[in-house]
């Protein structure tokens, strides 16, 4: 099955930023038409979305934890998406997932992130945030 792949994460003190990239697995892979989002699991608890991005439409989802510290953002020409950091929290530190819904699935991205929701994940890249 195709997946994700993500880059970029590392660590940072607490005030910090960093940012995640993710790209489709296949050009060509009605890439617009699919809601596209972050998700974060620290170690013990359950994954839960931060973000997400329509694609063709302006939809956007953000957590309240991350609201005004997150910036999610797609470029549809290069078939990517990324997740820019700012202001990090020690809470923030876990493992981050990209994720994508099957196609013709942009109206997901309006409301809380469900995982079931989402067809299509990458292995993850840690970000670790130290006080």
């Known amino acids: 099955q195709a997946q994700l792949v993500e880059s970029g994460g590392g660590s940072v003190q607490a005030g910090g930023s960093l940012r995640v990239s993710c790209a489709a697995p296949?050009?060509?892979?009605?890439?617009?038409?699919?809601?596209m989002a972050w998700f974060r699991q620290a170690p013990g608890k359950e994954r839960e979305g931060v973000a997400s991005?329509?694609?063709?439409?302006?939809?956007?989802y953000y957590a309240d934890s991350v609201k005004g510290r997150f910036t999610i953002s797609r470029d549809n020409a290069k078939e990517m998406v990324f997740l820019q950091m700012d202001t990090l929290k020690p809470e923030d530190t876990g493992m981050y997932y990209c994720?994508?819904?099957?196609?013709?699935?942009?109206?997901?991205?309006?409301?809380?992130?469900?995982?079931?929701?989402?067809?299509?994940w990458g292995q993850g890249t840690q970000v670790t945030v130290s006080s």
């Open positions: 994720a994508a819904t099957g196609v013709r699935n942009n109206g997901l991205c309006s409301t809380t992130l469900v995982r079931t929701d989402f067809a299509y």
């Open positions: 991005m329509a694609g063709g439409e302006p939809i956007t």
């Open positions: 296949v050009y060509g892979w009605s890439y617009s038409s699919r809601c």
